[in-house]
């Protein structure tokens, strides 16, 4: 196969201007950078942890890190892959956090606020743009969703959303995660099936 | 496959040497392409499950938040950044960061020198030494470490921002801070504003 060098688009260029405004913390440029990625952010963090509470905080976290750290960002890597990077440090260390000081497990953090709570969290959701039945049908599958995802480790969970949310590459994720590409390769894929049977078994 | 079978054989079995890496060869590529296949109907299968995921108004709600305390933080950030250069010795030569780190490193040397065993010695060499094995054996460290250290501190302290503010970079200064400096031993006396030059302690 022939490689053939890829001349960088309208859209890049943007981007390469964007970002150096960013890194001179124009507020502007970091309002694009939130409109981009707040809400994959806020899905990643909202998955991982099975509740909103707190979601928010780290959303704000991560911004206030790239606020921070963004002056040294060296644009060699992608720009997804860093501000993921950052996220999944983020939820790393308040697993640790977590497990030094345990107030919930985090297998137990549905369970012990009460499914009918966590429903609560995805009521109305849809209310205006489909009929009751199909707002009762997503809801019904996306807590059927979360959890299943419960039930995966937390390094099982982590790659399965840093491939959805971050929309990371496998060799970014085999770098974030220090394991060879085949290992994150094969953790995606067994993490993915065990997610489908277990959604498979609940219905 | 193991380690082995990446090994080249003698030239009379190259060929099938090369063969067999060929076959090899494509079965990873196809185990790769079967996976990555595999994994790509899984993940759309996941999509489809969380499409839609995020509430509109949340998300405004959240950007809104969000702009807020990226303003805040960087207010924050630029006041530390102008704070952190006032500190800056800006009238100070280059070469006053290296002094600095070598008072720093015989404070370190005195501040230990208590608690270092057979100091009584006025040989240098063995006092070092003597220094060095407290070092290691009591404080864990060594001496090449604390050389790093303070090599990082001279290095740091050398390269201050306007280290020299004058618009005649050829001249030398005869000022610093209140002493004199055209007197050759100007840096053991007191400053000239505390009441003329006088020797110091």
């Known amino acids: 196969m022939v490689m053939t060098a890829t001349l960088p688009t309208d859209v890049d260029a943007a981007w390469v201007t964007l970002i150096a405004r960013a890194k001179q913390l124009d507020p502007d440029a970091l309002d694009v950078i939130v409109d981009q990625y707040a809400t994959r952010l806020y899905g990643f963090f909202h998955r991982m942890m099975g509740i909103r509470d707190g979601v928010e905080d780290l959303v704000q976290e991560v911004f206030v890190r790239v606020v921070r750290m963004i002056p040294q960002y060296d644009e060699k890597g992608r720009f997804d892959s860093w501000l993921f990077r950052i996220a999944a440090n983020l939820n790393r260390d308040r697993i640790r956090k977590l497990q030094r000081h345990p107030v919930v497990s985090l297998d137990e953090s549905i369970d012990s606020r009460g499914e009918e709570e966590v429903e609560n969290q995805f009521v109305h959701r849809y209310d205006q743009e489909h009929s009751p039945q199909s707002c009762a049908d997503l809801n019904e599958q996306l807590i059927s969703m979360q959890h299943c995802l419960m039930k995966l480790s937390s390094e099982e969970r982590t790659v399965v959303l840093l491939r959805h949310y971050g929309q990371l590459e496998f060799s970014e994720i085999a770098e974030l995660m220090e394991t060879p590409i085949g290992t994150a390769l094969a953790r995606v894929h067994r993490s993915l099936r065990k997610l489908r049977r277990m959604m498979e078994s609940e219905t | ?201």
Not at chain 2, 8 to 14: G, H, Q, R, T, V
């Open chain 2, 1 to 201: 496959m193991s380690h082995d079978s990446h090994r080249k054989p003698n030239a009379a079995s190259e060929e099938a040497w090369l063969k067999e890496q060929l076959i090899d060869e494509e079965q990873i590529n196809t185990d790769f392409i079967k996976l990555r296949m595999r994994i790509e109907i899984e993940e759309q299968w996941f999509g489809q499950q969380l499409q839609d995921d995020i509430l509109p108004d949340a998300a405004d709600a959240l950007r809104s938040a969000l702009r807020k305390r990226i303003r805040q933080e960087i207010d924050t950030v630029q006041v530390d950044q102008k704070r952190k250069s006032r500190r800056h010795f800006s009238g100070w030569p280059r070469w006053a960061g290296g002094a600095i780190a070598a008072v720093a490193a015989v404070m370190l040397v005195v501040s230990q020198s208590p608690k270092i065993e057979n100091t009584s010695s006025t040989d240098s060499t063995e006092w070092l030494s003597a220094f060095e094995a407290y070092a290691t054996d009591e404080l864990g460290v060594e001496m090449s470490d604390i050389e790093v250290e303070l090599s990082t501190i001279a290095n740091a302290l050398a390269t201050l921002d306007n280290p020299w503010p004058i618009d005649d970079w050829s001249a030398e200064p005869t000022d610093i801070d209140g002493y004199d400096t055209t007197n050759s031993n100007w840096h053991e006396k007191v400053p000239k504003r505390s009441g003329g030059v006088e020797s110091g302690t």
